[in-house]
């Protein structure tokens, strides 16, 4: 199984406040990646309790799972998953969205789901990383933070490494 996970960001913030966009995006996007779209697209206009985070929000379910997508035109950014339980091509979907929605910057990872009989510790060395956003943390930096704040702070070396 993989979870294509996107966090992408536009310049012209447009495409990603109308659902014209978003549907047709949804629509050719499985059949695009070869998944088996069962249903058309449900996609809306929502408002949040800030005004600033209204957006767009999208979901077509597919075969083989689903893929989901959630704008926030104010803040030029967009959240995205592709989630299937056979293998697809990523950096083909990454292409297809990044036109679609005229990504100027993103951060995605693929991440390998575990199948049935593969314990999650297997799965987890398989995960990918595409692309990090400036003045991220590093996962290293990440996973020692996450440690100390358990109480653990002297493992986290060890921990980090492993990774």
């Excluded at 957006?55 to 104010?74: L, R």
Aim: hydrophobic share 45%.
């Amino acid at each position: 199984m993989q979870h294509l996970v996107v966090d992408g960001f536009v310049d012209d913030p447009a495409r990603l406040g109308a659902i014209e966009p978003i549907f047709d995006l949804l629509n050719s996007l499985p059949d695009q990646i070869g998944m088996t779209k069962i249903i058309q697209p449900y996609v809306f206009r929502y408002h949040g309790v800030v005004p600033d985070d209204w957006g767009v929000t999208g979901m077509v379910i597919i075969a083989e799972s689903h893929i989901s997508i959630h704008t926030f035109p104010e803040h030029k950014r967009f959240h995205m998953d592709v989630f299937s339980c056979k293998p697809f091509d990523y950096a083909a979907a990454l292409q297809i969205i990044d036109a679609a929605l005229g990504v100027t910057r993103r951060a995605a990872d693929v991440i390998r789901r575990p199948v049935v009989g593969e314990e999650v510790v297997e799965a987890a060395e398989l995960h990918w990383r595409f692309q990090q956003l400036s003045g991220r943390p590093s996962d290293q930096e990440m996973l020692a933070g996450i440690e100390r704040a358990m109480g653990r702070a002297d493992e986290a070396p060890a921990l980090a490494g492993a990774r």
